[in-house]
């Protein structure tokens, strides 16, 4: 398994603003994702980051309003820009290892007012 | 489409009340079949892989088992703190291998 820390841990923002999610994991992994969780929903995949390639965006989301960077292999960052209320979700990173199975971090839980 | 679907939505046990939730699924070439458990305000934790029909995991009173068409969840005797929210989700291999998950069931063990 692999321990996945992220930052921050809970925010509330305005809207019209920006919040960049820190994911950071314990060990070299090539394959990592956002997902995004609304209230009493289950996840959505954003996008998957994988280090040394463009960030690959799933249908309706885009990367001008979520950017992606993944510098290393073991750190990623999501940007939320220009927040409205409904992008209030929880948003979960993940790393895939050998197995196809994810691992998540404990999530960031965004309110935007 | 490759879909995922789960059910009951919501399943309410009494401590030692032994029940199963059911994931059912339909898509391309399925490459694994995987169960978490969330609890609130909490990431998911991974608890099962299932690849193959016939399949079988255990893990304490969990036991899941995997058909070509749905994936159970059996919980034996249950206790409080089982409580939580259980998430079944697939990997196809079609479409970028991407992992889809179901709507959850949450699970509530009174005592």
């Known amino acids: 398994s692999a321990v996945i820390s992220q930052k921050p841990s809970r925010d509330i923002c305005q809207r019209g603003t920006s919040l960049t999610i820190q994911c950071q994991v314990d060990?070299?992994?090539?394959?990592m994702f956002w997902y995004r969780q609304q209230p009493g929903q289950s996840l959505t995949l954003i996008a998957t980051a994988n280090q040394g390639s463009e960030a690959t965006y799933e249908s309706g989301f885009v990367i001008d309003k979520f950017p992606i960077s993944r510098p290393n292999l073991t750190f990623s960052t999501l940007t939320v820009s220009n927040m409205s209320p409904e992008d209030s979700s929880i948003y979960l990173c993940?790393?895939?290892?050998?197995?196809?199975?994810?691992?998540f971090g404990p999530g960031t839980r965004l309110t935007v007012t | 489409e490759d879909q995922v679907t789960q059910s009951p939505e919501a399943l309410r046990l009494q401590e030692g009340e032994s029940s199963s939730l059911n994931c059912s699924y339909t898509?391309?070439?399925?490459?694994?079949l995987f169960w978490y458990r969330q609890d609130p305000g909490k990431g998911p934790e991974f608890l099962f892989t299932?690849?193959?029909a016939g399949e079988e995991k255990e893990k304490e009173r969990l036991k899941a088992t995997l058909t070509k068409k749905e994936s159970f969840l059996h919980i034996t005797a249950p206790k409080p703190e089982d409580s939580a929210t259980y998430l079944c989700a697939v990997q196809a291999g079609s479409g970028g291998f991407k992992t889809i998950f179901g709507a959850g069931t949450r699970l509530f063990v009174k005592a």
């Open positions: 898509v391309s070439g399925l490459r694994g």
């Open positions: 993940s790393v895939e290892l050998g197995g196809y199975e994810q691992y």
């Open positions: 299932l690849y193959s």
């Open positions: 060990s070299q992994v090539t394959m």
